[in-house]
Protein backbone atom coordinates (compact mmCIF):
# COMPACT_ATOMS: atom_id res chain seq x y z
CA UNK A 1 0.00 0.00 0.00
CA UNK A 2 1.02 3.33 -0.61
CA UNK A 3 1.14 6.93 -2.00
CA UNK A 4 1.92 7.98 -6.01
CA UNK A 5 2.13 11.02 -7.42
CA UNK A 6 3.11 11.92 -10.90
CA UNK A 7 2.91 14.55 -14.02
CA UNK A 8 4.00 14.66 -18.04
CA UNK A 9 3.93 18.69 -18.59
CA UNK A 10 6.21 21.48 -20.28
CA UNK A 11 8.11 23.58 -18.13
CA UNK A 12 9.20 23.75 -14.32
CA UNK A 13 6.51 22.57 -11.97
CA UNK A 14 5.01 25.01 -9.10
CA UNK A 15 6.06 22.30 -6.73
CA UNK A 16 9.36 19.32 -6.64
CA UNK A 17 8.30 15.82 -6.70
CA UNK A 18 9.00 15.46 -3.00
CA UNK A 19 7.09 18.27 -1.95
CA UNK A 20 4.64 16.41 -4.19
CA UNK A 21 5.08 13.57 -2.59
CA UNK A 22 5.11 15.04 1.12
CA UNK A 23 1.47 14.76 0.66
CA UNK A 24 1.02 11.17 0.50
CA UNK A 25 4.17 10.71 2.84
CA UNK A 26 1.52 9.22 5.51
CA UNK A 27 0.40 6.29 3.15
CA UNK A 28 4.43 5.08 2.49
CA UNK A 29 5.91 5.65 5.17
CA UNK A 30 8.80 3.23 4.54
CA UNK A 31 10.77 4.81 1.71
CA UNK A 32 10.27 7.25 -0.98
CA UNK A 33 11.21 6.89 -4.85
CA UNK A 34 11.14 9.45 -8.03
CA UNK A 35 12.15 8.69 -11.27
CA UNK A 36 12.17 11.83 -14.13
CA UNK A 37 13.17 11.90 -17.59
CA UNK A 38 12.17 14.03 -20.80
CA UNK A 39 10.48 12.83 -24.16
CA UNK A 40 10.59 15.47 -26.64
CA UNK A 41 9.56 18.79 -24.97
CA UNK A 42 7.74 17.33 -22.00
CA UNK A 43 9.01 16.02 -19.16
CA UNK A 44 8.16 12.95 -17.05
CA UNK A 45 7.61 12.65 -13.31
CA UNK A 46 6.77 9.34 -11.63
CA UNK A 47 6.68 9.64 -7.43
CA UNK A 48 5.94 6.71 -5.18
CA UNK A 49 5.67 6.40 -1.16
CA UNK A 50 5.98 2.87 -0.46
CA UNK A 51 4.53 0.77 2.59
CA UNK A 52 6.42 -1.97 2.52
CA UNK A 53 4.12 -5.22 2.35
CA UNK A 54 5.41 -7.81 -0.18
CA UNK A 55 9.21 -8.20 -1.86
CA UNK A 56 10.39 -6.15 0.81
CA UNK A 57 14.09 -6.28 -0.60
CA UNK A 58 13.45 -5.44 -4.62
CA UNK A 59 9.86 -4.28 -4.64
CA UNK A 60 10.87 -0.09 -4.79
CA UNK A 61 8.95 1.83 -6.95
CA UNK A 62 9.02 3.69 -9.09
CA UNK A 63 9.84 0.18 -11.16
CA UNK A 64 10.71 -0.54 -14.62
CA UNK A 65 10.65 -3.32 -16.78
CA UNK A 66 13.67 -5.25 -18.29
CA UNK A 67 13.07 -3.45 -20.95
CA UNK A 68 13.52 -0.39 -19.48
CA UNK A 69 10.93 1.25 -21.47
CA UNK A 70 8.10 1.13 -18.79
CA UNK A 71 8.00 2.57 -15.72
CA UNK A 72 5.13 2.29 -13.05
CA UNK A 73 4.01 3.79 -9.54
CA UNK A 74 1.51 1.83 -8.11
CA UNK A 75 -0.55 1.67 -4.89
CA UNK A 76 -1.97 -1.12 -3.86
CA UNK A 77 -2.00 -5.20 -3.99
CA UNK A 78 -2.90 -8.09 -6.50
CA UNK A 79 -3.55 -11.42 -5.11
CA UNK A 80 -3.35 -13.34 -8.32
CA UNK A 81 -0.23 -12.06 -8.98
CA UNK A 82 1.49 -15.22 -8.87
CA UNK A 83 -0.53 -17.46 -10.84
CA UNK A 84 -0.68 -13.91 -13.21
CA UNK A 85 2.98 -14.66 -12.76
CA UNK A 86 3.28 -18.03 -13.65
CA UNK A 87 1.52 -17.91 -16.86
CA UNK A 88 3.54 -14.28 -18.04
CA UNK A 89 6.85 -17.01 -17.37
CA UNK A 90 5.22 -19.48 -19.59
CA UNK A 91 4.96 -17.24 -22.51
CA UNK A 92 8.46 -16.38 -22.03
CA UNK A 93 8.76 -13.25 -19.82
CA UNK A 94 11.38 -12.87 -16.88
CA UNK A 95 11.09 -11.15 -13.54
CA UNK A 96 13.43 -9.26 -11.74
CA UNK A 97 12.05 -8.83 -8.47
CA UNK A 98 9.69 -11.10 -6.58
CA UNK A 99 6.91 -8.36 -6.02
CA UNK A 100 2.94 -7.57 -7.56
CA UNK A 101 4.28 -4.27 -8.98
CA UNK A 102 6.17 -6.21 -11.35
CA UNK A 103 3.92 -8.46 -12.73
CA UNK A 104 1.43 -5.67 -13.05
CA UNK A 105 4.03 -3.70 -14.88
CA UNK A 106 4.67 -7.13 -17.64
CA UNK A 107 1.02 -7.90 -17.51
CA UNK A 108 0.35 -4.46 -19.02
CA UNK A 109 3.44 -4.57 -21.25
CA UNK A 110 2.03 -8.13 -22.62
CA UNK A 111 -1.86 -7.14 -22.92
CA UNK A 112 -2.03 -3.76 -23.50
CA UNK A 113 -4.79 -1.95 -21.13
CA UNK A 114 -7.21 -5.00 -21.83
CA UNK A 115 -4.54 -7.27 -19.79
CA UNK A 116 -5.85 -4.92 -16.69
CA UNK A 117 -9.46 -7.07 -16.64
CA UNK A 118 -7.43 -9.95 -15.44
CA UNK A 119 -6.03 -8.28 -12.14
CA UNK A 120 -7.63 -9.43 -9.02
CA UNK A 121 -6.80 -6.87 -6.02
CA UNK A 122 -7.25 -3.17 -5.13
CA UNK A 123 -4.91 -0.76 -6.88
CA UNK A 124 -4.32 2.48 -8.70
CA UNK A 125 -1.44 2.73 -11.14
CA UNK A 126 0.08 4.77 -13.63
CA UNK A 127 2.49 3.60 -16.22
CA UNK A 128 4.36 5.13 -18.69
CA UNK A 129 5.56 4.03 -22.17
CA UNK A 130 8.90 5.45 -23.16
CA UNK A 131 8.35 4.22 -26.93
CA UNK A 132 4.60 5.53 -27.39
CA UNK A 133 5.33 8.50 -25.30
CA UNK A 134 2.07 7.37 -23.41
CA UNK A 135 0.70 7.66 -20.34
CA UNK A 136 -1.84 4.78 -18.41
CA UNK A 137 -3.37 4.78 -15.57
CA UNK A 138 -6.08 2.16 -14.29
CA UNK A 139 -8.01 1.54 -11.18
CA UNK A 140 -9.10 -1.84 -9.56
CA UNK A 141 -12.90 -2.63 -10.00
CA UNK A 142 -15.00 -1.81 -6.29
CA UNK A 143 -12.95 1.92 -6.21
CA UNK A 144 -10.40 0.27 -3.03
CA UNK A 145 -8.02 2.40 -4.16
CA UNK A 146 -7.99 6.37 -5.35
CA UNK A 147 -6.91 7.87 -8.03
CA UNK A 148 -7.42 11.58 -9.03
CA UNK A 149 -5.98 13.42 -11.98
CA UNK A 150 -6.12 16.99 -13.74
CA UNK A 151 -5.32 18.26 -17.49
CA UNK A 152 -2.18 20.73 -17.45
CA UNK A 153 -2.52 24.40 -19.27
CA UNK A 154 0.20 23.06 -21.07
CA UNK A 155 -1.63 19.97 -22.39
CA UNK A 156 0.32 17.50 -19.61
CA UNK A 157 -1.56 15.87 -16.90
CA UNK A 158 -0.63 15.32 -13.23
CA UNK A 159 -2.18 12.69 -11.21
CA UNK A 160 -1.82 11.33 -7.19
CA UNK A 161 -3.53 9.24 -4.86
CA UNK A 162 -5.32 11.81 -3.35
CA UNK A 163 -6.96 15.61 -4.19
CA UNK A 164 -4.46 17.27 -2.19
CA UNK A 165 -1.52 15.54 -4.09
CA UNK A 166 -2.77 16.89 -7.53
CA UNK A 167 -3.60 20.07 -6.14
CA UNK A 168 0.25 20.44 -4.61
CA UNK A 169 1.32 19.65 -8.62
CA UNK A 170 -1.39 22.13 -10.32
CA UNK A 171 -2.17 25.71 -9.96
CA UNK A 172 -4.72 26.88 -7.51
CA UNK A 173 -8.02 25.71 -8.93
CA UNK A 174 -11.75 26.86 -8.29
CA UNK A 175 -14.24 24.79 -6.44
CA UNK A 176 -16.59 22.78 -8.22
CA UNK A 177 -20.00 23.57 -7.98
CA UNK A 178 -21.21 20.09 -9.53
CA UNK A 179 -18.67 18.71 -6.71
CA UNK A 180 -19.92 20.86 -3.79
CA UNK A 181 -23.49 19.75 -5.07
CA UNK A 182 -22.70 15.77 -4.94
CA UNK A 183 -20.87 16.44 -1.48
CA UNK A 184 -24.08 18.23 0.22
CA UNK A 185 -26.12 15.79 -1.76
CA UNK A 186 -24.37 12.55 -0.88
CA UNK A 187 -21.90 13.31 2.15
CA UNK A 188 -19.40 12.63 -0.51
CA UNK A 189 -18.30 13.65 -4.07
CA UNK A 190 -19.15 11.19 -6.98
CA UNK A 191 -16.20 10.15 -9.57
CA UNK A 192 -16.11 11.39 -12.01
CA UNK A 193 -16.36 14.73 -9.76
CA UNK A 194 -13.74 16.69 -7.32
CA UNK A 195 -14.10 19.52 -4.99
CA UNK A 196 -11.47 21.37 -7.20
CA UNK A 197 -12.98 21.96 -10.81
CA UNK A 198 -10.12 21.40 -13.12
CA UNK A 199 -9.45 18.01 -11.26
CA UNK A 200 -11.00 14.79 -11.89
CA UNK A 201 -11.21 11.42 -10.25
CA UNK A 202 -10.34 7.92 -12.44
CA UNK A 203 -13.92 5.94 -12.17
CA UNK A 204 -13.98 2.61 -10.58
CA UNK A 205 -13.07 -0.14 -13.26
CA UNK A 206 -12.13 2.14 -15.74
CA UNK A 207 -8.60 3.29 -17.51
CA UNK A 208 -7.61 5.73 -19.16
CA UNK A 209 -4.43 6.62 -21.79
CA UNK A 210 -3.01 10.65 -22.08
CA UNK A 211 -0.70 10.63 -25.36
CA UNK A 212 1.13 13.15 -26.49
CA UNK A 213 -1.32 16.05 -25.22
CA UNK A 214 -4.76 14.55 -25.02
CA UNK A 215 -6.45 12.95 -22.16
CA UNK A 216 -8.67 10.38 -23.52
CA UNK A 217 -12.42 9.70 -22.38
CA UNK A 218 -12.31 6.93 -19.07
CA UNK A 219 -12.65 3.22 -20.36
CA UNK A 220 -14.50 0.77 -18.65
CA UNK A 221 -13.16 -2.58 -18.59
CA UNK A 222 -16.09 -4.06 -15.69
CA UNK A 223 -19.09 -2.86 -15.22
CA UNK A 224 -21.75 -4.31 -13.11
CA UNK A 225 -23.66 -7.05 -14.79
CA UNK A 226 -27.48 -7.81 -14.76
CA UNK A 227 -28.55 -11.01 -12.70
CA UNK A 228 -28.90 -14.52 -13.85
CA UNK A 229 -31.37 -16.89 -13.55
CA UNK A 230 -31.43 -18.76 -9.82
CA UNK A 231 -29.85 -21.44 -9.73
CA UNK A 232 -31.15 -24.87 -10.01
CA UNK A 233 -30.15 -25.82 -6.69
CA UNK A 234 -30.77 -26.12 -2.75
CA UNK A 235 -30.24 -22.75 -1.03
CA UNK A 236 -27.99 -24.53 1.34
CA UNK A 237 -25.90 -25.87 -1.58
CA UNK A 238 -25.76 -22.12 -2.80
CA UNK A 239 -24.48 -20.80 0.71
CA UNK A 240 -22.01 -23.70 1.10
CA UNK A 241 -20.46 -22.64 -2.69
CA UNK A 242 -20.37 -19.06 -1.10
CA UNK A 243 -18.58 -19.94 2.07
CA UNK A 244 -16.37 -21.64 0.10
CA UNK A 245 -15.12 -18.99 -2.19
CA UNK A 246 -14.93 -16.62 0.51
CA UNK A 247 -12.25 -19.18 2.42
CA UNK A 248 -10.56 -19.16 -0.68
CA UNK A 249 -10.56 -14.97 -1.12
CA UNK A 250 -9.61 -14.67 2.40
CA UNK A 251 -6.87 -16.69 1.84
CA UNK A 252 -5.73 -15.01 -1.51
CA UNK A 253 -5.88 -11.75 0.51
CA UNK A 254 -3.53 -12.85 3.50
CA UNK A 255 -0.03 -13.02 1.36
CA UNK A 256 2.06 -10.68 3.12
CA UNK A 257 5.89 -10.54 4.08
CA UNK A 258 4.51 -8.92 7.00
CA UNK A 259 2.54 -10.12 10.10
CA UNK A 260 -1.46 -9.02 9.25
CA UNK A 261 -4.17 -8.80 11.50
CA UNK A 262 -7.99 -8.24 11.27
CA UNK A 263 -10.58 -5.74 11.80
CA UNK A 264 -13.61 -7.37 14.31
CA UNK A 265 -16.85 -5.71 15.15
CA UNK A 266 -18.66 -8.65 16.26
CA UNK A 267 -21.16 -8.45 13.58
CA UNK A 268 -21.77 -11.18 10.21
CA UNK A 269 -18.96 -9.59 7.70
CA UNK A 270 -15.91 -9.33 10.34
CA UNK A 271 -16.84 -12.25 11.70
CA UNK A 272 -16.97 -14.19 8.82
CA UNK A 273 -13.77 -12.81 7.50
CA UNK A 274 -12.04 -13.15 11.16
CA UNK A 275 -13.36 -17.04 10.85
CA UNK A 276 -11.99 -17.74 8.02
CA UNK A 277 -8.57 -15.71 8.38
CA UNK A 278 -7.93 -17.68 11.90
CA UNK A 279 -8.31 -20.96 9.62
CA UNK A 280 -6.19 -20.29 6.94
CA UNK A 281 -3.45 -18.30 8.01
CA UNK A 282 -0.31 -20.00 9.19
CA UNK A 283 -0.09 -18.20 12.82
CA UNK A 284 -2.03 -16.91 15.67
CA UNK A 285 -3.97 -13.76 14.66
CA UNK A 286 -4.74 -10.47 16.39
CA UNK A 287 -8.00 -9.08 16.45
CA UNK A 288 -8.29 -5.50 16.61
CA UNK A 289 -11.81 -4.07 18.19
CA UNK A 290 -12.87 -0.02 19.42
CA UNK A 291 -15.07 -0.31 22.02
CA UNK A 292 -16.84 2.27 23.71
CA UNK A 293 -18.71 3.13 27.15
CA UNK A 294 -21.97 4.25 25.25
CA UNK A 295 -23.88 1.10 24.56
CA UNK A 296 -26.05 2.40 21.77
CA UNK A 297 -23.25 2.05 19.35
CA UNK A 298 -20.60 -0.83 21.33
CA UNK A 299 -20.20 -4.17 19.73
CA UNK A 300 -17.40 -5.20 22.69
CA UNK A 301 -18.92 -8.30 23.99
CA UNK A 302 -20.26 -9.62 20.92
CA UNK A 303 -16.46 -8.93 19.11
CA UNK A 304 -15.22 -10.30 22.19
CA UNK A 305 -17.45 -13.91 21.75
CA UNK A 306 -16.20 -14.58 18.42
CA UNK A 307 -12.32 -14.03 19.06
CA UNK A 308 -12.49 -16.33 21.92
CA UNK A 309 -14.45 -18.92 20.18
CA UNK A 310 -12.26 -18.76 16.84
CA UNK A 311 -9.13 -18.53 18.97
CA UNK A 312 -7.47 -14.90 17.57
CA UNK A 313 -5.50 -12.87 20.11
CA UNK A 314 -8.20 -9.86 21.00
CA UNK A 315 -6.97 -6.40 21.07
CA UNK A 316 -8.70 -3.70 22.55
CA UNK A 317 -9.30 0.24 23.13
CA UNK A 318 -11.62 1.00 24.89
CA UNK A 319 -13.08 4.59 24.50
CA UNK A 320 -15.09 7.05 26.21
CA UNK A 321 -17.16 10.10 24.01
CA UNK A 322 -14.74 12.87 24.77
CA UNK A 323 -11.93 10.14 23.33
CA UNK A 324 -14.02 10.38 20.01
CA UNK A 325 -14.48 14.53 20.24
CA UNK A 326 -10.72 15.17 20.90
CA UNK A 327 -10.04 13.38 17.67
CA UNK A 328 -12.60 15.23 15.41
CA UNK A 329 -10.48 17.59 14.46
CA UNK A 330 -6.99 15.24 13.81
CA UNK A 331 -9.72 12.94 11.96
CA UNK A 332 -10.97 15.28 9.54
CA UNK A 333 -7.38 16.73 8.61
CA UNK A 334 -6.28 13.46 7.24
CA UNK A 335 -9.65 13.76 4.69
CA UNK A 336 -7.58 15.04 1.21
CA UNK A 337 -11.67 15.44 0.30
CA UNK A 338 -14.49 16.19 2.78
CA UNK A 339 -16.54 13.50 3.25
CA UNK A 340 -19.04 13.96 5.89
CA UNK A 341 -19.45 9.87 6.94
CA UNK A 342 -18.97 10.59 10.98
CA UNK A 343 -18.42 6.86 11.45
CA UNK A 344 -14.79 7.94 9.72
CA UNK A 345 -14.30 8.87 13.67
CA UNK A 346 -14.14 5.42 15.64
CA UNK A 347 -12.42 3.91 12.02
CA UNK A 348 -9.90 6.23 12.46
CA UNK A 349 -8.98 5.65 16.17
CA UNK A 350 -9.70 1.71 15.50
CA UNK A 351 -6.97 2.15 12.35
CA UNK A 352 -4.54 3.85 15.06
CA UNK A 353 -4.70 0.73 17.75
CA UNK A 354 -4.22 -2.08 14.63
CA UNK A 355 -1.40 0.19 13.42
CA UNK A 356 0.42 -0.25 16.57
CA UNK A 357 0.68 -4.02 16.00
CA UNK A 358 0.82 -4.76 12.29
CA UNK A 359 0.89 -3.51 8.64
CA UNK A 360 -2.00 -4.67 7.12
CA UNK A 361 -5.55 -5.41 8.61
CA UNK A 362 -8.23 -7.52 6.46
CA UNK A 363 -12.09 -5.53 6.96
CA UNK A 364 -15.70 -6.99 6.29
CA UNK A 365 -16.47 -4.11 4.27
CA UNK A 366 -18.64 -5.01 1.18
CA UNK A 367 -20.70 -7.08 2.65
CA UNK A 368 -24.01 -4.92 3.21
CA UNK A 369 -23.66 -3.87 -0.94
CA UNK A 370 -23.32 -6.64 -2.56
CA UNK A 371 -25.50 -8.99 -0.29
CA UNK A 372 -27.81 -6.87 0.96
CA UNK A 373 -27.41 -6.04 4.25
CA UNK A 374 -29.00 -2.57 4.61
CA UNK A 375 -32.11 -1.62 5.99
CA UNK A 376 -32.80 0.61 3.50
CA UNK A 377 -33.71 -2.04 1.29
CA UNK A 378 -36.65 -3.83 3.05
CA UNK A 379 -37.76 0.10 3.05
CA UNK A 380 -38.99 -0.58 -0.42
CA UNK A 381 -41.14 -2.85 0.20
CA UNK A 382 -42.48 -0.71 2.55
CA UNK A 383 -42.72 1.84 0.59
CA UNK A 384 -45.00 -0.76 -2.60
CA UNK A 385 -47.12 -1.41 0.30
CA UNK A 386 -47.59 2.81 2.04
CA UNK A 387 -48.34 3.86 -1.14
CA UNK A 388 -51.63 1.22 -1.36
CA UNK A 389 -53.28 2.82 2.02
CA UNK A 390 -55.63 5.61 1.80
CA UNK A 391 -54.29 9.06 1.03
CA UNK A 392 -56.36 10.31 4.59
CA UNK A 393 -54.40 7.67 6.49
CA UNK A 394 -50.97 8.43 4.67
CA UNK A 395 -51.53 12.08 4.88
CA UNK A 396 -53.46 12.84 8.01
CA UNK A 397 -52.78 9.69 10.04
CA UNK A 398 -49.26 9.02 9.92
CA UNK A 399 -48.35 12.43 8.80
CA UNK A 400 -50.04 13.53 12.55
CA UNK A 401 -48.19 10.58 14.10
CA UNK A 402 -44.60 10.93 12.70
CA UNK A 403 -44.60 14.66 13.76
CA UNK A 404 -46.17 14.30 17.00
CA UNK A 405 -43.02 12.16 17.96
CA UNK A 406 -39.80 13.95 20.32
CA UNK A 407 -36.65 14.25 18.70
CA UNK A 408 -34.77 11.07 19.51
CA UNK A 409 -30.77 11.54 19.19
CA UNK A 410 -29.54 8.08 19.03
CA UNK A 411 -28.13 7.09 16.28
CA UNK A 412 -30.97 6.17 12.99
CA UNK A 413 -33.21 6.31 15.44
CA UNK A 414 -36.46 5.10 14.84
CA UNK A 415 -38.07 8.32 15.05
CA UNK A 416 -35.42 9.17 12.29
CA UNK A 417 -36.21 6.69 10.32
CA UNK A 418 -39.66 7.23 10.23
CA UNK A 419 -39.67 10.49 9.17
CA UNK A 420 -37.07 9.95 6.50
CA UNK A 421 -39.50 7.34 5.34
CA UNK A 422 -42.43 9.33 5.02
CA UNK A 423 -41.25 12.37 3.51
CA UNK A 424 -39.64 10.63 0.84
CA UNK A 425 -41.44 7.97 -0.43
CA UNK A 426 -43.06 8.68 -2.86
CA UNK A 427 -40.32 8.68 -6.14
CA UNK A 428 -39.04 6.06 -8.28
CA UNK A 429 -37.09 3.70 -6.24
CA UNK A 430 -33.44 4.54 -7.43
CA UNK A 431 -34.33 8.02 -6.52
CA UNK A 432 -36.26 7.41 -3.56
CA UNK A 433 -33.30 5.31 -2.21
CA UNK A 434 -30.81 8.12 -2.44
CA UNK A 435 -32.83 10.35 -1.09
CA UNK A 436 -33.29 8.53 1.64
CA UNK A 437 -29.74 8.39 2.24
CA UNK A 438 -28.92 11.85 1.21
CA UNK A 439 -27.77 14.94 3.45
CA UNK A 440 -29.75 17.45 1.98
CA UNK A 441 -32.66 17.17 -0.23
CA UNK A 442 -32.73 17.25 -3.69
CA UNK A 443 -35.76 19.66 -3.48
CA UNK A 444 -33.64 21.89 -0.63
CA UNK A 445 -30.16 21.77 -2.36
CA UNK A 446 -30.76 24.86 -4.44
CA UNK A 447 -31.92 26.83 -1.32
CA UNK A 448 -27.74 25.58 0.04
CA UNK A 449 -26.34 26.13 -3.31
CA UNK A 450 -27.99 28.73 -4.94
CA UNK A 451 -25.57 28.68 -7.92
CA UNK A 452 -26.09 25.01 -8.58
CA UNK A 453 -29.16 26.06 -10.65
CA UNK A 454 -30.85 23.37 -12.45
CA UNK A 455 -27.92 20.60 -11.71
CA UNK A 456 -28.54 17.46 -10.65
CA UNK A 457 -26.36 15.36 -8.25
CA UNK A 458 -24.46 12.80 -10.52
CA UNK A 459 -25.32 9.84 -8.75
CA UNK A 460 -28.76 9.82 -9.71
CA UNK A 461 -27.41 9.34 -13.05
CA UNK A 462 -25.60 6.33 -11.94
CA UNK A 463 -25.28 4.11 -15.01
CA UNK A 464 -26.77 0.83 -13.83
CA UNK A 465 -27.44 -3.15 -15.04
CA UNK A 466 -30.75 -3.13 -17.30
CA UNK A 467 -33.13 -5.88 -15.07
CA UNK A 468 -36.16 -6.01 -14.07
CA UNK A 469 -34.91 -7.27 -10.66
CA UNK A 470 -35.63 -3.65 -9.04
CA UNK A 471 -33.32 -4.66 -5.43
CA UNK A 472 -30.84 -6.37 -8.08
CA UNK A 473 -30.67 -1.96 -9.82
CA UNK A 474 -30.50 -0.13 -5.94
CA UNK A 475 -27.70 -2.84 -4.85
CA UNK A 476 -26.00 -2.15 -8.17
CA UNK A 477 -26.29 1.87 -7.43
CA UNK A 478 -24.92 1.55 -3.87
CA UNK A 479 -21.83 -0.84 -5.14
CA UNK A 480 -20.88 2.34 -7.62
CA UNK A 481 -21.92 5.08 -5.55
CA UNK A 482 -22.11 4.85 -1.90
CA UNK A 483 -19.67 2.25 -1.39
CA UNK A 484 -16.62 3.39 -3.06
CA UNK A 485 -17.40 7.65 -2.30
CA UNK A 486 -18.17 6.85 1.40
CA UNK A 487 -17.40 3.72 3.10
CA UNK A 488 -14.08 2.48 1.46
CA UNK A 489 -13.03 6.08 1.13
CA UNK A 490 -13.07 6.25 4.68
CA UNK A 491 -11.46 3.10 5.27
CA UNK A 492 -8.90 4.38 3.37
CA UNK A 493 -8.48 7.63 4.28
CA UNK A 494 -8.69 6.27 8.15
CA UNK A 495 -5.84 3.66 7.97
CA UNK A 496 -3.52 5.40 5.63
CA UNK A 497 -3.82 8.14 7.96
CA UNK A 498 -1.62 5.63 10.28
CA UNK A 499 -0.04 4.07 7.35
CA UNK A 500 -1.90 1.00 8.08
CA UNK A 501 -3.03 -1.02 4.50
CA UNK A 502 -6.93 -2.20 4.94
CA UNK A 503 -7.86 -5.27 2.55
CA UNK A 504 -11.67 -6.44 2.20
CA UNK A 505 -11.98 -9.92 0.88
CA UNK A 506 -15.73 -10.07 1.08
CA UNK A 507 -14.88 -7.40 -2.33
CA UNK A 508 -12.60 -9.73 -4.30
CA UNK A 509 -13.58 -10.29 -7.90
CA UNK A 510 -14.53 -13.70 -7.54
CA UNK A 511 -16.98 -12.65 -4.70
CA UNK A 512 -18.12 -9.83 -6.73
CA UNK A 513 -18.89 -11.83 -9.37
CA UNK A 514 -20.81 -14.35 -7.97
CA UNK A 515 -22.74 -12.34 -5.95
CA UNK A 516 -23.71 -10.32 -9.09
CA UNK A 517 -24.78 -13.34 -10.81
CA UNK A 518 -27.51 -13.97 -8.52
CA UNK A 519 -30.99 -12.65 -8.36
CA UNK A 520 -31.83 -10.15 -5.54
CA UNK A 521 -34.05 -12.91 -3.63
CA UNK A 522 -30.77 -14.66 -2.68
CA UNK A 523 -29.75 -11.10 -0.86
CA UNK A 524 -33.33 -10.24 0.23
CA UNK A 525 -36.23 -12.98 1.15
CA UNK A 526 -39.07 -12.23 3.26
CA UNK A 527 -37.46 -9.63 5.63
CA UNK A 528 -34.55 -11.70 5.85
CA UNK A 529 -31.59 -9.21 4.70
CA UNK A 530 -28.52 -11.07 3.24
CA UNK A 531 -30.34 -14.14 3.38
CA UNK A 532 -27.69 -16.28 1.52
CA UNK A 533 -24.81 -14.95 3.85
CA UNK A 534 -26.15 -15.35 6.56
CA UNK A 535 -27.10 -19.13 6.11
CA UNK A 536 -23.50 -19.63 4.53
CA UNK A 537 -22.44 -17.96 7.95
CA UNK A 538 -24.97 -19.87 10.29
CA UNK A 539 -22.88 -22.91 10.92
CA UNK A 540 -19.69 -21.48 11.07
CA UNK A 541 -19.98 -18.70 13.66
CA UNK A 542 -21.00 -18.68 17.65
CA UNK A 543 -24.93 -18.48 17.70
CA UNK A 544 -26.50 -15.10 17.04
CA UNK A 545 -23.64 -13.59 15.41
CA UNK A 546 -24.96 -14.11 11.36
CA UNK A 547 -28.62 -12.74 12.76
CA UNK A 548 -27.33 -10.23 14.62
CA UNK A 549 -29.02 -6.84 14.27
CA UNK A 550 -26.86 -4.40 12.15
CA UNK A 551 -25.65 -1.96 14.32
CA UNK A 552 -23.12 0.07 12.23
CA UNK A 553 -19.98 2.17 13.48
CA UNK A 554 -22.37 5.46 14.26
CA UNK A 555 -22.40 8.26 17.16
CA UNK A 556 -24.33 10.64 18.67
CA UNK A 557 -23.81 13.25 16.27
CA UNK A 558 -27.31 15.07 16.66
CA UNK A 559 -26.38 15.23 20.07
CA UNK A 560 -22.96 16.28 19.89
CA UNK A 561 -23.75 19.07 17.87
CA UNK A 562 -25.85 20.63 20.65
CA UNK A 563 -23.10 19.52 23.15
CA UNK A 564 -19.42 19.08 22.98
CA UNK A 565 -19.50 20.54 19.72
CA UNK A 566 -21.72 23.26 19.86
CA UNK A 567 -19.38 25.90 19.98
CA UNK A 568 -17.55 24.85 17.18
CA UNK A 569 -20.45 24.70 15.06
CA UNK A 570 -21.87 28.33 16.12
CA UNK A 571 -18.27 29.44 14.97
CA UNK A 572 -18.47 28.16 11.73
CA UNK A 573 -22.38 29.31 10.91
CA UNK A 574 -20.81 32.26 12.21
CA UNK A 575 -17.70 32.70 10.50
CA UNK A 576 -16.74 30.06 8.09
CA UNK A 577 -14.55 30.91 4.93
CA UNK A 578 -17.19 28.70 2.75
CA UNK A 579 -19.48 31.93 2.82
CA UNK A 580 -16.58 33.89 1.16
CA UNK A 581 -16.80 31.39 -2.13
CA UNK A 582 -20.20 32.96 -3.02
CA UNK A 583 -21.61 29.41 -3.74
CA UNK A 584 -23.29 28.51 -0.52
CA UNK A 585 -26.14 30.02 1.34
CA UNK A 586 -25.36 30.98 4.63
CA UNK A 587 -28.90 31.78 5.45
CA UNK A 588 -29.82 28.17 5.00
CA UNK A 589 -27.25 26.84 7.37
CA UNK A 590 -28.46 29.56 9.91
CA UNK A 591 -32.00 28.26 9.75
CA UNK A 592 -30.62 24.55 10.16
CA UNK A 593 -28.34 25.23 13.06
CA UNK A 594 -31.56 27.01 14.77
CA UNK A 595 -33.69 25.02 14.42
CA UNK A 596 -31.52 21.93 15.32
CA UNK A 597 -30.44 23.98 18.54
CA UNK A 598 -33.97 23.98 19.51
CA UNK A 599 -34.40 20.84 18.86
CA UNK A 600 -37.19 21.56 16.02
CA UNK A 601 -35.59 19.55 13.11
CA UNK A 602 -32.36 16.85 13.36
CA UNK A 603 -30.20 19.09 10.90
CA UNK A 604 -27.29 17.30 11.90
CA UNK A 605 -26.22 15.96 8.55
CA UNK A 606 -26.12 19.25 6.73
CA UNK A 607 -24.39 21.10 9.60
CA UNK A 608 -21.80 17.85 10.30
CA UNK A 609 -21.06 18.29 6.14
CA UNK A 610 -20.67 21.85 6.33
CA UNK A 611 -17.92 21.48 9.75
CA UNK A 612 -16.07 18.87 7.64
CA UNK A 613 -16.22 20.82 4.44
CA UNK A 614 -15.07 24.02 6.74
CA UNK A 615 -12.26 22.29 8.19
CA UNK A 616 -11.08 21.03 5.14
CA UNK A 617 -11.37 24.78 3.39
CA UNK A 618 -9.49 26.45 6.06
CA UNK A 619 -6.83 24.21 5.48
CA UNK A 620 -6.43 24.03 1.43
CA UNK A 621 -7.56 27.81 0.96
CA UNK A 622 -3.82 28.03 -0.48
CA UNK A 623 -4.43 25.65 -3.19
CA UNK A 624 -7.98 27.19 -4.44
CA UNK A 625 -9.36 30.14 -5.63
CA UNK A 626 -11.96 31.23 -3.89
CA UNK A 627 -14.91 33.91 -4.13
CA UNK A 628 -15.94 32.50 -7.98
Known amino acids: MCGVAGYVRRGPSPRSMSEVLSTVAHRGPDAEGRWTSNAGDWCVSLGHRRLSIIDLATGAQPMSDASGHLHIVYNGELYNFRELRRELEGRGFRFQTKSDTEVLLVQVGAHGM ?7 GMFAFAIWD ?11 RAGIKPLYYAPLPCGGIAFGSELTTVLAACDPQALSIEGLASYFFADYVHAPLALAAGIRKLPPGHTLVWDDGRIGAPSAYWSVPAPAAAPRRRDTDVAAELWERLGNAVERQLVADVPVGVFLSGGLDSSSVATLASR ?15 ATFDEGAHARRVANEIGVEFVEERFREANLVDVVDAAIDQLDEPMADPSLLPTYLLSRLAARHVKVVLSGDGGDELWGGYATYRAHRYARAYGLLPRVARFDWMGRMVDALPLDDHYQSLEWKLRRFTQRWDDEPIRRHQRWMSCIDVQNLPRALPTSGGISPLTLEAKLPTTDDELARILALDFTTYMPGSVLTKVDRASMAHGLEARPPLLDNDIIKFAFSLP ?11 F ?22 GIPLSRWLRGPLADRMADVVGASPAWDTGLLDRRFFVQCHAEHSQRRVDHSKPLWALYVFDRWLRRHRSSLL ?3
Open 520 to 530: STYKLRGGTTK
Open 130 to 140: SRTRRLALGRD
Open 114 to 120: GGVACLN
Open 532 to 553: LFKLAARRHLPPGIADRAKKGF
Open 280 to 294: RAHTRMKAFAATFED
Open 626 to 628: LGV
